[in-house]
């Protein structure tokens, strides 16, 4: 009954080597976000789509990258990942923009470890 | 920054009734109260909202003070599962009106231990 999935739940690369982390929903959500969690940290907002439309947080690395094919999918691209970026990365969704009154949807988090 | 004040940690024994607490002394009025938990190794999970009127749903009751300046999440039989961390989080009520910014600002949260 997974909602939002995450895969993998864990993920090794090396300094340096790009890296994908995709994100899925089953709910139609038109609203799909990505958080960073480091260890013994809250989540801190990267950047969400509302639909196509990309929204960047002003202090989110340009090392951090984000593709929404449809609906249902978004990616995560780090393109030369430092050991700075080991962390939990957290797929949430909403169904809408335009109230606050919508609670935001989690998967369990990629689990990102750097060599 | 977040814009709630929250103890860092809590026990509470298990059966009994665990009362979380947080400070929002800025909230206005067009924000919400969420409160999210994170159980260890997963991702946040949704419980309970409310605007000004107190709220219970499955889960949990929320009530929020009369000037809404602070609120309590109740979990009423707290069991070994619902050791988390909670977060409470304030969020715009109109995304627009808000100045456009509609992720979560999570703060440090309350780490809630259930004793057995």
């Known amino acids: 009954d997974a909602m939002v999935i995450q895969n993998p739940r864990y993920q090794v690369t090396q300094f340096g080597k790009p890296v994908t982390l995709s994100c899925s929903q089953t709910l139609n959500h038109n609203v799909m976000y990505w958080y960073q969690q480091k260890s013994s940290q809250a989540p801190k907002l990267l950047f969400h789509?509302?639909?196509?439309?990309?929204?960047n947080e002003a202090d989110t690395p340009d090392n951090f990258q984000s593709r929404r094919p449809n609906t249902s999918f978004c990616f995560l691209d780090i393109r030369s990942p430092g050991l700075g970026d080991a962390a939990m990365y957290l797929c949430?969704?909403?169904?809408?923009?335009?109230?606050?009154?919508?609670?935001?949807?989690f998967g369990d988090g990629t689990r990102l470890s750097i060599l | 920054d977040a814009k709630t004040t929250q103890p860092p940690s809590m026990d509470c024994a298990e059966g009994r009734a665990a009362n979380l607490p947080c400070n929002h002394s800025t909230i206005s009025g067009n924000e919400y109260v969420y409160w999210y938990r994170q159980i260890h190794s997963q991702g946040p999970q949704y419980i309970i909202h409310g605007l000004k009127n107190n709220e219970t749903n499955e889960m949990a009751s929320l009530i929020i003070t009369e000037d809404r300046k602070s609120s309590t999440l109740i979990l009423p039989h707290a069991t070994l599962r619902d050791t988390a961390v909670y977060y409470c989080?304030?969020?715009?009520?109109?995304?627009?009106?808000?100045?456009?910014?509609?992720?979560?600002?999570f703060g440090k949260g309350t780490h809630l231990i259930i004793q057995p």
């Open positions: 989080i304030v969020r715009v009520r109109d995304y627009y009106s808000g100045g456009g910014a509609d992720g979560l600002t």
């Open positions: 789509y509302y639909d196509k439309d990309f929204n």
């Open positions: 949430a969704t909403s169904r809408d923009l335009t109230t606050g009154n919508q609670p935001q949807h």
